[in-house]
């Protein structure tokens, strides 16, 4: 059920109490000026508009239009602006009819949210003009500046240190509240510590901070932490969370991505480095288009390709099938959902199938922004370390590019000319071996089985309806596991012709082996006559060839002949269920090469001086000239090409070319976009208009066109569309992201709903103050370093957090930040300081993820075996960041510490508390090596009593009072010391920070 959209937090005593209609009075009229937009329409809208709305309006009452809500329903005017109490809508909503109390569902209104109806009436009913927009919604108007309240005073409360403090405080008064007193020194040193670096500050750390005169102290501790490589480890964290990064695919087979973590070392990098946020944005959307010279750029784009990915939908399904349909089209709006989600925090999925029900987002738009990644893929591509080196590798590309066009430019030309003789002539050459040794090109391979009994099928196209003579299926030949001669060749199988891909219609049999097992033919072909016609000719394997522990099917060349006794199968477009793509031995495209073991040696000599003779009398000299300099220049460059350094390989969003096989990619188009057409109700079957690139026209400042040709490279599509987040006129982007960076600091949102600035998310406690924030983000240099510094060096940011009855009747969830919230370290927090606190943490930064698992049969199905990895392997020491997160079984103990979902994009981590999470920080393994290591590490303190002191220092950079020492000790005396570190790696002072 969908949460309300605002809660204000008033003390329920302060209001009249709602109880039997017979005692029911309308609570008091509330102390503030109520804003439509933040307050009202979303309590209309979560409560009211399912039964008066645009598709329902029962009793004649429309709520969600300003002409239709002042004029009323069958009863007459429904709200009396000025008279709260005489309004039926507040009458109705407080329960004084006891027979229609509304909402008739979901619950009564709170006295509070009754409250805010009755000051609004009373305060005139203000609706503002364009109200009646959806794109007056809070979130979706202009950016401006508020004005700063004068800061007001509190006794008993330090003085306020800034704008950030003056909102706040203004807050607290109107709800009659006040500020907590400033934490001492080691508490904010432990916060500052963990929420900038993610890990314990030692005790010599905080006993320099704590002894240091100097007034900015604390201003300079800040810097310093900000400073820290840590700093970009801990915060990119919290990002990744957001972007759903994994290590593997997920879905079915959830293969790892070895490739994927130079992006989660480029946000570690641009963190550190403190990158314009709308640099940073840009390059993760678009950093090949528009930073071209900047290798980080390429890496950044890991984040369109982040997510999820459906190896099975890609790689063995085709994209003309309705599955390969389906899970495209879920690949695309995985980008889309995770742009528009991340920077802009609106819930735009919700428009797959019809218009937004609550936000102002057409379904076209949602098919445009689909558009705008038409053209990508998820694959490995490459880039390069040095600017230098990649602007070599652009130059010699653009080059072969042209070399390539200029040579089948050409080449077709002198084709054109020489006519189906030289066209014959050139298969037979290419299918000839002049050593009479045997070629790389061995054939065809599928996929492995593990059972014989799994079908495969590989097929040609032969571009048109043909009258099929004879096919001939030439064997393999591989020495692996000894076989030799008949490799892969099914034991059972058939060959069929069909005019239908898909072979679910008119199909005829050439041949049906399928009975009974026939031995392996060596590498003799198998040729059989036929009488059938088709465009399609396809073998089916029905009992696969044994391999080693596995089933495979394999074929050197499938010819097919006409009545003329002409192959048309040479060089045809090739198919298949499933193909290893291993050149040059093994890819699909060799099955119609020419090339199979066992074919009698031609005279290639004799058939070269054929082609050059026809080419003398055929085709014009100067084009021959022409095709020489082509071919030259071509290999010229391939030459420069191989004498360049190897670049680095990213799992990122690219043009890809699966290189046969069902997962092709744009590749093969030159990476012209697929066309993307809106979907009725959103199936891939039943595509609707045809749409091209853009945005979502949810403001009235700033169109949703992005204003690209069609015919221009795909990467301009992307440009686009990160010119259009980073606008200044695009509010979004810029309250999301303040939103967020506060949240990470006090464990709530401004806006609670950070990644849902919608109608169904809650609106901000704190309106001013985020467009405060915002406009002196956006307007001040965009850098997320000097937003840490203004929020941390707040007087609310340093209060204490003890509790107080009277201020927990008010606001329990300290949402108006009356005190600092107590917060529980996320998994990798606990992790990493259990390891640092022990001596134990390896500080290495960068570079491919540690596993800590044993993984199973990688090349099919892996297993991730957390339980085979030994706790104690130095090799899954260092932070977690560094961690291969796997999608299908995370880790144990990850997850018990509420570690995030990398298949799903979590935008806050959940804080639970139970057993099982104490019982795992006592047993798990790691914890265990821990704190084994602690003991070992304070075996030099002294005696045993010294020894557990110095531990319980360590972990906590304070010195134990004499009951904890006491305890501590008389357990390490029975069981040992480190049986004491262990309890004291399990204490809540450990995984709680105040």
């Known amino acids: 059920m969908a949460r309300l959209a605002f809660v204000l937090a008033v003390g329920i005593s302060a209001l009249a109490p709602v109880v039997g209609a017979d005692d029911v009075e309308i609570p008091a009229p509330l102390g503030r000026r109520i804003d439509f937009e933040a307050d009202v329409r979303p309590l209309l809208t979560a409560r009211c508009t399912?039964?008066?709305?645009?598709?329902?309006?029962?009793?004649?009452?429309?709520?969600?239009?300003?002409?239709?809500?002042?004029?009323?329903?069958?009863?007459?005017?429904?709200?009396?602006?000025?008279?709260g109490p005489a309004s039926l809508l507040v009458q109705l909503v407080a329960g004084l009819d006891e027979d229609r109390v509304m909402p008739p569902k979901g619950g009564r209104l709170s006295a509070e949210q009754v409250a805010i109806l009755r000051t609004w009436v009373d305060q005139g009913a203000a609706w503002p003009e364009g109200g009646d927009d959806p794109r007056s919604w809070w979130s979706l108007r202009p950016l401006a500046r508020p004005a700063v309240p004068a800061p007001a005073a509190f006794a008993d409360a330090p003085p306020a240190r800034g704008p950030i403090d003056a909102f706040l405080r203004a807050k607290l008064v109107e709800k009659g509240l006040k500020p907590s007193a400033e934490a001492d020194r080691r508490t904010l040193a432990r916060r500052l510590f963990f929420d900038l670096t993610g890990l314990p500050p030692s005790p010599e750390e905080v006993a320099a901070f704590v002894a240091d005169p100097d007034p900015l102290a604390?201003?300079?501790?800040?810097?310093?932490?900000?400073?820290?490589?840590?700093?970009?480890e801990r915060w990119a964290r919290h990002w990744l969370d957001v972007a759903h990064y994994g290590d593997s695919h997920g879905y079915d087979k959830d293969k790892p991505r070895p490739n994927a973590w130079p992006y989660r070392d480029y946000v570690v990098r641009a963190l550190n480095a403190d990158k314009p946020y709308d640099r940073f944005v840009s390059e993760q959307v678009a950093g090949d288009a528009l930073f071209a010279d900047d290798p980080e750029a390429v890496a950044a784009l890991g984040?369109?390709?982040?997510?999820?990915w459906d190896f099975v939908g890609h790689a063995e399904v085709p994209e003309t099938k309705s599955d390969g349909k389906v899970a495209r089209h879920l690949d695309r709006d995985d980008m889309v959902q995770t742009v528009v989600n991340t920077f802009l925090g609106l819930t735009v999925g919700c428009a797959q199938c019809h218009n937004h029900k609550f936000d102002p987002i057409a379904q076209e738009d949602y098919y445009r922004l689909q558009s705008v990644f038409a053209a990508v893929d998820r694959a490995d591509r490459p880039w390069y370390d040095s600017p230098d080196a990649a602007r070599k590798s652009r130059d010699l590309v653009a080059r072969r590019e042209q070399a390539e066009r200029d040579r089948r430019r050409l080449r077709e030309a002198v084709a054109a000319q020489g006519g189906p003789a030289l066209a014959d002539l050139d298969r037979r050459i290419a299918g000839a071996d002049a050593s009479g040794g045997e070629r790389p090109e061995y054939g065809y391979h599928s996929g492995l089985a593990d059972q014989d009994d799994v079908a495969k099928w590989v097929q040609v196209d032969l571009g048109r309806s043909v009258d099929v003579a004879r096919v001939t299926l030439w064997p393999c030949r591989d020495a692996f596991n000894d076989i030799g001669d008949g490799f892969g060749f099914p034991a059972r199988y058939k060959v069929e012709a069909s005019d239908d891909p898909t072979f679910q219609s008119g199909v005829s049999v050439v041949a049906d082996r399928t009975a009974a097992d026939e031995p392996r033919p060596g590498v003799s072909p198998r040729s059989f006559?036929?009488?059938v016609r088709g465009r399609y000719v396809r073998v089916t394997a029905t009992r696969l060839a044994e391999r080693l522990n596995d089933y495979n099917f394999a074929l050197a060349e499938l010819e097919v002949f006409d009545h003329d006794g002409a192959n048309v199968a040479a060089g045809a477009k090739v198919s298949a269920l499933d193909s290893i793509e291993a050149p040059p031995r093994w890819r699909a495209d060799n099955l119609v090469d020419g090339v199979a073991p066992g074919r009698e040696p031609a005279d290639v000599e004799k058939l070269k001086a054929e082609r050059e003779a026809l080419l003398a009398g055929a085709v014009d000299p100067a084009v021959r000239t022409d095709l020489a300099t082509a071919e030259e220049t071509f290999r010229r460059v391939e030459a420069e090409r191989a004498a360049q350094p190897r670049p680095r390989m990213v799992y990122a969003a690219t043009i890809h070319d699966g290189g046969g096989g069902p997962f092709r990619g744009t590749g093969p188009d030159g990476g012209r976009p697929r066309p993307i057409f809106v979907l009725n109700r959103g199936n891939v079957d039943k595509p609707g208009k045809e749409v091209g690139p853009g945005a979502l026209n949810v403001f009235r400042e700033l169109p949703g066109d992005l204003l690209v040709s069609p015919d221009r490279p795909e990467a301009e599509r992307r440009a686009a569309l990160a010119k259009w987040l980073i606008d200044d006129c695009n509010p979004l982007t810029w309250r999301v992201i303040v939103n967020r960076v506060w949240q990470y600091h006090f464990g709530r949102g401004l806006v609670a709903t950070s990644s849902d600035f919608g109608k169904m998310g809650q609106a901000p406690t704190h309106p001013e103050l985020l467009d405060w924030l915002a406009v002196e983000f956006r307007d001040g240099g965009r850098s997320l370093k000097s937003l840490h510094r203004l929020i941390v060096t707040s007087a609310a940011y340093r209060q204490a957090s003890a509790g107080d009855a009277a201020a927990e009747a008010i606001d329990s969830e300290d949402a108006y930040l009356w005190r600092a919230p107590r917060r529980k370290l996320e998994a990798e927090a606990v992790r990493d300081s259990a390891l640092a606190v022990a001596g134990l943490l390896d500080p290495t930064m960068y570079g491919p993820a540690f596993q800590d698992f044993v993984?199973?049969?990688?090349?099919?199905?892996?297993?991730?075996?957390?339980?085979?990895m030994r706790p104690d392997d130095p090799s899954i020491r260092r932070r977690a960041v560094y961690r291969f997160l796997a999608r299908s079984k995370p880790e144990p103990f990850m997850t018990v510490l509420d570690c995030a979902d990398p298949s799903m994009q979590v935008e806050k981590r959940g804080e639970s508390v139970s057993p099982l999470q104490a019982l795992a920080l006592y047993n798990n393994g790691l914890m265990l090596t821990a704190a084994k290591a602690l003991a070992a590490r304070?075996?030099?303190?002294?005696?045993r009593r010294a020894q557990v002191a110095r531990a319980f220092t360590l972990a906590f950079a304070r010195e134990p009072s004499a009951e904890e020492l006491d305890g501590l000790d008389a357990l390490a005396a029975e069981h040992g010391v480190a049986s004491a570190c262990r309890v004291i790696l399990n204490m809540n002072e450990f995984v709680f920070v105040d």
Do not use: N
């Open 50 to 83: 399912a039964c008066h709305g645009p598709e329902t309006q029962k009793a004649g009452l429309r709520l969600d239009r300003k002409t239709s809500a002042m004029r009323g329903g069958d009863e007459g005017a429904a709200i009396t602006p000025g008279d």
């Open 218 to 232: 604390y201003e300079k501790l800040v810097d310093r932490l900000l400073a820290s490589p840590h700093y970009g």
């Open 303 to 308: 984040f369109l390709a982040a997510g999820p």
């Open 529 to 531: 006559a036929a009488s």
């Open 855 to 868: 993984m199973q049969r990688p090349e099919h199905s892996p297993h991730y075996e957390y339980d085979l």
């Open 938 to 943: 304070v075996e030099p303190a002294g005696d």
